[in-house]
């Protein structure tokens, strides 16, 4: 019977052993720091105007999809993972702000991406013109395993005179 215990505890270890390689327990990464990353922590955009967002997206073992979010930081709310901090506006309540959500596919079996979205901002709804000022550029990026890491920029959305 000791026997038949030990063979069964030791096949348990065998297999614990090998199917923890096959998990990944790795988040994906978000590089804005490369060289045509955009935008950047304190840029300004423009109503009315294209972007193109870029960025490097890299995993251990297969990307799966990102969104972006931009909305209003009126209220001076922090999710920023940038060191550097930028000069916000006075804090104010929104009267028509902008927001933009989207997601994004990553073609299959990649572990590296470059990210290149062209993003419209419009000058307004049917509400009228947006609110300018301060907005987060909030980056979601998820791997094929469910890992996901976020990136928030502190960036302003303004009219150009």
């Known amino acids: 019977m000791k026997k038949i215990l030990f063979i069964a505890m030791l096949t348990s270890l065998i297999i614990a ?9 790795i988040k994906p990464e978000i590089d804005t720091n490369v060289s045509f990353a955009f935008p950047k922590q304190c840029t ?13 997206f890299t995993d251990n073992i297969e990307l799966g999809s990102y969104s972006i979010s931009l909305h209003n930081n009126f209220d001076h709310h922090s999710h920023s993972t940038e060191v550097t901090e930028c000069e916000l506006g006075e804090i104010k309540t929104p009267v028509n702000p902008f927001t933009f959500i989207q997601d994004f596919e990553i073609p299959d079996n990649l572990t590296e991406y470059e990210a290149n979205q062209s993003i419209t901002i419009p000058t307004g709804d049917e509400n009228g013109l947006f609110d300018e000022g301060d907005y987060h550029f909030f980056i ?6 469910g890992w996901s890491t976020q990136k928030g920029l502190s960036i302003k959305i303004m009219h150009r005179e």
């Open 44 to 56: 300004t955009l423009y109503f009315g105007e294209d972007f193109n967002f870029s960025a490097l």
């Open 17 to 25: 052993c090998s199917d923890s390689k096959d998990i990944d327990d």
């Open 140 to 145: 979601s990026l998820t791997d094929k395993q």
